[in-house]
């Protein structure tokens, strides 16, 4: 089985910094795209940031140049560093993994458990 393990969500003024991390562990083959994702209540997840394979990122409009997504690939971990942040950057944060268990196995999507993140103005 596999698991994605979230940490470094917080409360934290506005203008401040957080750092979140995901950490898969198990049987993994080989891992793809590894994105963040977060959900404000009543609203819909949305697509935070995006990190290819190649090392390509992707950024939401609303986090770019704020917010820089990275991985170490012998950890099999995942961050999001995130500075000035603002009040409507309050959210559950998911990270989301797409992973091949097996040579025989297709890729998968795999979750975290979500880690809150607010933001005080």
């Known amino acids: 089985q596999v698991q994605l393990v979230e940490s470094g969500g917080g409360l934290v003024q506005a203008g401040g910094s957080l750092r979140l991390s995901c950490a898969a562990s198990?049987?993994?083959?080989?891992?793809?795209?590894m994105r963040w994702y977060r959900q404000a209540p009543g609203k819909q997840r949305e697509l935070v940031a995006a990190?290819?394979?190649?090392?390509?990122?992707n950024y939401a409009d609303s986090v770019r140049g704020r917010f820089t997504i990275s991985r170490d690939n012998a950890k099999n971990t995942l961050y999001l560093q995130m500075n000035s942040l603002k009040p409507e950057d309050t959210a559950v944060y998911y990270c989301?993994?797409?992973?091949?268990?097996?040579?025989?196995?297709?890729?998968?999507?795999?979750w975290g458990q979500g880690t809150q993140v607010t933001v005080s103005s």
């Open positions: 198990g049987r993994i083959f080989s891992i793809n795209a």
């Open positions: 990190l290819t394979t190649g090392g390509t990122t």
């Open positions: 989301n993994f797409l992973i091949r268990r097996s040579i025989t196995l297709d890729f998968a999507d795999y």
